[in-house]
């Protein structure tokens, strides 16, 4: 048994769907988005409380905006949603009896995050609760850490609205917490929050920002895996900003996101790619094109990703990287030689190759030195052209520093 009462089997049981998906979006969308200046702004540019809470009137977004992205998620072939239902400005997007800044009662006249479960549910996605325990907008966000009396009525407020988030929206599959400042867990109550949370959502699975491990972990702007076979998700920005920003425009392209997609999948790991919606709801246009140029990519090589998440040794190629499922080996070449390519290190006899999804390939295996050839000249997809080689014996790639070549296999 671990911590929070769960046998690992019962973990493993409610991790299963989210072992098998891979691919997320994250949304990051709140009052921030009406500056355009990054989600963290208010602390940033030291913005009082009086003037930031004018945003919360002026916020207009356009009926059911979240179905747009429902559906953009589909086609790039994510299979579940996370959104910000709190960020650590405090707005709720949410109806909640604890506060009045919220969605019900403030300029959008509406609860955005039922409109964003009932999109995702739409279009078969799984459905991800953002929610910070962070808050600068609360009295008592800050006060918590050094008057008993203030984090007493704090741990209540956020007890009770996680509590809601877990009760008025039918199930839920993800709790993503963030930022536990002040506070530790034990002040927090964390325990006894995500025992409350378990008990209201039993096949729910939650991450590890409360300051306790629970279900998976939480790299963010690197694509690192835990270890020991515990599930993690990385959560990647597509510029440099969570909120929406469009002074920042150094967008990743679809070759980049294609590579993180087979860096997370070589490491049994998730992506959890996020947008940062315009106030009004749109995805910023770059976003919008490259995901689904990648739902395109995913289309055709989709088994490389999704299912294919054995974990190999292997060394950095300057044409590419494996992926592997059992025997079978995808080498997802992202920068293409032409007519021939060669592999070196791996420790197998290779018994097929084969472009994926189509015609075999001629090789040659002089020991660690793989070679194939008669390969068309220009990439046949310059996103990722994936090889599928079947190996006999447990896959390997050695190379080390020097320049030994093997001549048994
Ligand atoms: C960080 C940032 C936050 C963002 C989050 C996403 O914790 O504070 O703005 O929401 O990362 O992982």
Sequence with gaps: ?????????????????????????????????????????????????????????????????????????????MRYMVMTTKHHEGFCLFDTRHTDYNAVKCGPGRDLVAEYVEAARAEGLRVGFYYSLMDWHH????????????????????????????????????????????????EWEAPQLIAMVRELQPDIIINNRTGLPEDFGTPEQHIIPEKGGRMWEACMTFNESWGYTPIDTRWKDAW????????????????LLNIGPTPQGDVPEPCGKVLLEVGEWLQRYGPTV??????????????????????TLYFHCNRWPGNELA?????????????????AVEFAQTGDRLVLRGLPQAAPDPLATVIELRVEGEPQQVLGAGCVLLDEL
């Design 1 to 77: 048994m671990s911590a929070n009462g769960q046998s690992p089997p019962d973990q493993e049981r409610r991790l299963a769907w989210f072992r098998a998906a891979r691919f997320g979006m994250f949304i990051h969308w709140g009052l921030y988005s009406q500056f355009g200046r990054h989600e963290w702004v208010m602390n940033r540019e030291r913005i009082p409380v009086a003037e930031y809470e004018k945003l919360a009137q002026t916020w207009k977004p356009r009926l059911n905006a979240a179905r747009t992205w429902a559906r953009l998620a589909r086609q790039a072939g």
């Design 139 to 186: 009295p008592d966000g800050a006060r918590c850490k050094v008057d008993e009396a203030a984090r007493r009525r704090f741990v209540d407020f956020t007890h009770g609205v996680v509590r809601e988030l877990c009760t008025n929206y039918g199930r839920i599959d993800i709790l993503w917490f963030d930022v536990n400042w002040p506070l530790t867990p034990e």
């Design 256 to 271: 980049t996101v294609v590579a993180m997609l087979r860096q997370v999948a070589a490491g049994g790991g998730n992506l």
């Design 306 to 327: 999704y299912e294919a998440t054995d974990p190999m040794p292997q060394e950095w190629m300057i044409t590419g990287a494996f992926t592997r499922r059992g025997d």
């Design 343 to 359: 592999i070196g290190g791996l420790r197998n006899r290779v018994l097929e190759a084969r472009l994926f999804g189509g015609p």
